[in-house]
């Protein structure tokens, strides 16, 4: 069974960055696509990046201050967040899917308990 856990969540001023972790064990990641997601108070939980198993999606957001990569070798994927603003503030969460082609949140089999990013001014 695949175990997943984050890890990397603080309490950081906004414009400065994190690294959130996620470490899988009980199974390789390997052909399985991953991503991040987030929840924030009140909110509904929204797709931050996802990479797919077989490498068909891009690994930048939209606004180019989240970057996710993943270390095969350490069975662990990454997501970097740069210029982190007041709004970034949520739980993260990792997943994974065993379907090597979808990022869509329903498609995740395997989640994390969440790691909390929280910005301040």
């Known amino acids: 069974q695949l175990q997943l856990v984050e890890s990397g969540g603080d309490l950081v001023q906004s414009g400065g960055s994190l690294r959130l972790s996620c470490e899988a064990s009980?199974?390789?990641?390997?052909?399985?696509?991953i991503g991040w997601f987030r929840q924030a108070p009140r909110k509904a939980r929204e797709g931050v990046l996802c990479?797919?198993?077989?490498?068909?999606s891009t690994n930048d957001s939209v606004d180019g201050r989240f970057t996710i990569s993943r270390d095969n070798a350490k069975n662990t994927f990454y997501l970097q967040i740069n210029n982190l603003k007041l709004e970034d503030t949520a739980t993260y969460f990792c997943?994974?899917?065993?379907?090597?082609?979808?990022?869509?949140?329903?498609?995740?089999?395997?989640w994390g308990k969440g790691t909390l990013v929280a910005v301040f001014s």
């Open positions: 997943a994974a899917a065993r379907a090597p082609d979808v990022c869509d949140i329903y498609d995740m089999d395997h």
């Open positions: 990479l797919m198993g077989g490498g068909g």
């Open positions: 009980g199974l390789s990641l390997d052909g399985y696509s």
